[in-house]
């Protein structure tokens, strides 16, 4: 058991602080109003009369965590000066003490039901570290652990964040980042109800970096004439070439860009790159080399069991495929406006300081320089503060690339000009502040892509991981069996980061062993799991079918009963009439005009007589066996007639 019971860094409540500014959206959809209950409360808390955009700023990351730039805090105390909270004299800002006493209890309310709303998610963090990953934390840590996840998530993507630098001593960040993307993965794949309390602070996390926009009083510029040009990596995930999760957030940016008025558009050079990549996928699966190949694209191909011919037609299909996202191809502009030239040599030397280009023939490298370099040519000069005002933009998910061309290109003249080339993660925070009605499920895409990147080995661990297995299998201390569940089956990649501690350890024989008692510990969880789902699916088959048969049956029996009542109510009045017709015949055909009964009584004797069998033979005929029977014959008729009806009119 790893025990890290003892607290390392200083509790903060940042995380409750970004659920606060989530809740205050809601109420309120302005990017700076809903700092302002924050900003308020923390001049409250504080002994300084006085008010400045720097006491405010330590104040506000003391209370509550939150780094706001000193510009971005100037214009939100202009909001603060506006709710009444602070009286200026001789241009010094000052607290009004009343105003800000009346703000105390509707924020403590808010701020009470968040708290309740975290504390019980640290403790299924807790709960969960505990029981399935044999670590212990305790509630500072967790608290830490969560910062830290959120904060390197954006710092990976070089993404400017509110959320202060965190560390705890006993874990590497990389494990930490682990832990929580599993813990954030059982939320979600369990439907737990604790995944809707990290939507909220995750979104509030989005939320909160509305402070670094060039103009956060105005998110809504529309993008004027603006063509956005997209990275080789951001397309194969945006084609879906590296499985659903990676894809979700990057189609959903597409579609939030062409809704502001954005031109999506591809460079040729890159079209080829990505042909490139499917041909290379495409002959390591034709000759079947595939023990050390490792990859996004080709692990995705591999775990989908795509044939050569199958990647082959993706790529006959590739502009195709990229003209359904509304993405046209471009030539890169020429070089004859020598004076918007850059300097390709420098570039290079840049990105080679910075990204390890692992490709064999050296293509990669000249494929970013000229993305670079034609994107600075179409924008002719001009340097833009505004992403929606820049003539062009290159769109990548390498985040070195992106930094090493900010770095690059960045001007004393221009500090806050628009970089050429931008992280996809950076833009689509930017757009979803825009547009963030526009794309309510945006947050959640971006929490499971970011997880699901949290869980996966890098590269450099795979191809580690990679060679161990051959080396086992080249001396045999491995069956072919096991090889295969080691580099093929669906769980090697979880079995190697639980192994690994999230990639923390080394990779040895007893790592590779212990990843392949996950592996098959996971598959017998997962065939008895398979196993009580059939046998579910079964009884709750047969439950319904036996509860389908009994409202069919009770159907049957009401129609039967209903038929029944309505063939005998018939046949009565078929008996009524017939007497009725038997009387009235009767009457006609007696002899009335009689000699009068002195003078002959022997033949009335014989008239009523005559009556007497008559009407006998009347009660025998309506009521004896041979009409008896033939009216309950055509009564049983009549009733399956009517029954017959019914069940059709009722079906």
């Known amino acids: 058991m ?10 903060t409540s940042t995380l409750v602080s970004l659920a606060i500014l989530k809740t205050n959206y809601e109420n309120n959809r302005d990017f700076l109003e809903i700092f302002v209950p924050i ?21 506000v990351e003391q209370q509550f965590g939150l780094t706001i730039p000193q510009n971005t805090l100037k214009t939100i105390l202009i909001r603060v000066k506006k709710r009444g909270y602070l009286r200026q004299e001789n241009r010094i800002l000052y607290k009004n003490a009343e105003k800000l006493a009346d703000l105390e209890s509707s924020f403590k309310q808010v701020q009470l039901n968040v708290v309740r709303m975290y504390e019980d998610l640290i403790k299924e963090f807790l709960r969960y570290c505990d029981t399935q990953l044999d670590i212990e934390f305790n509630e500072s840590e967790a608290d830490n652990a969560f910062q830290i996840y959120l904060r390197e998530n954006e710092v990976r993507n070089y993404q400017e964040t509110v959320i202060p630098e965190r560390r705890l001593s006993k874990l590497s960040t990389r494990s930490v980042i682990y832990f929580v993307g599993m813990f954030i993965k059982h939320l979600e794949e369990t439907h737990s109800s604790h995944f809707a309390s990290w939507t909220t602070i995750s979104t509030g996390n989005m939320l909160a970096n509305s402070v ?3 103009d956060p009083a105005q998110p809504n510029r529309r993008f004027k004439n603006t063509s956005i040009y997209f990275d080789t990596s951001f397309l194969i995930y945006a084609l879906g070439y590296a499985g659903e999760p990676r894809q979700a957030p990057c189609t959903e940016l597409l579609e939030l860009l062409y809704e502001v008025g954005a031109d999506l558009k591809v460079f040729r050079h890159t079209i080829e790159e990505i042909r490139g990549i499917l041909a290379a996928c495409e002959n390591r699966i034709a000759q079947g080399q595939l023990s050390t190949a490792y990859g996004d694209t080709l692990e995705y191909f591999i775990s989908k069991r795509y044939s050569a011919t199958d990647i082959a037609l993706l790529s006959v299909q590739l502009e195709r495929d990229l003209g ?3 993405i046209t191809v471009e030539e890169k502009p020429d070089y004859s406006i020598h004076s918007y030239v850059i300097d390709e040599d420098g570039l290079k030397l840049s990105l080679n300081s910075r ?3 692992r490709d064999p023939d050296g293509s990669a490298i000249y494929h970013d320089i000229d993305s670079i370099s034609a994107i600075v040519r179409l924008r002719r000069g001009k340097a833009e503060t505004f992403v929606e005002y820049s003539r062009a933009l290159f769109v990548t998910s390498n985040s070195d690339l992106a930094q090493a061309s900010k770095d690059f290109f960045l001007s004393e003249k221009h ?5 050429p080339c931008v992280t996809d993660y950076d833009l689509t925070t930017k757009i979803w502040l825009k547009k963030a009605h526009s ?6 895409k971006r929490i499971i892509a970011d997880y699901y990147a949290a869980i996966q080995p ?3 661990l795979l191809k580690q991981y990679y060679e161990e297995i051959e080396k086992l299998r080249e001396g045999r201390k491995i069956t072919r069996e096991d090889y295969y569940l080691l580099r093929y089956s669906l769980e090697s990649k979880a079995g190697l980061m639980e192994a690994t501690r999230g990639g923390e350890d080394a990779i040895t024989d007893v790592t590779i062993g212990e990843a392949l008692t996950y592996i098959k510990d996971n598959m017998i969880a997962e065939e008895q799991n398979r196993t009580q789902e059939i046998a579910s699916e079964r009884d709750a088959a047969r439950t319904e079918a036996e509860s389908l048969q009994a409202a069919e049956n009770e159907r049957k029996a009401r129609i039967k009963s209903r038929s029944q009542r309505w063939a005998s109510f018939v046949m009565r009045w078929v008996k009524w009439i017939v007497l009725v017709l038997l009387a009235i015949t009767t009457l006609t055909t007696f002899p009335w005009d009689l000699p009068p009964i002195e003078s002959n009584i022997l033949q009335y004797i014989l008239i009523f007589l005559q009556i007497a069998l008559l009407i006998t033979g009347i009660i025998n005929a309506m009521f004896g066996t041979p009409i008896e029977t033939y009216l309950r014959k055509a009564e049983i008729s009549l009733s399956h007639r009517i029954e017959r009806f019914l069940t059709q009119l009722s079906s």
């Open 212 to 214: 670094y926009l060039a």
């Open 2 to 11: 790893h025990n890290l019971n003892r607290a390392t860094t200083s509790n």
């Open 324 to 326: 359904s996202l509304r």
């Open 39 to 59: 900003v308020a409360e923390a001049i409250r808390i504080s002994n300084e009369e006085i008010v400045t955009a720097g006491n405010v700023q330590k104040d």
């Open 458 to 460: 890098d590269n450099g």
């Open 355 to 357: 990204i390890p280009y």
């Open 415 to 419: 500090p806050r000009a628009v970089p």
């Open 439 to 444: 794309a309510p499920n945006l947050p959640r």
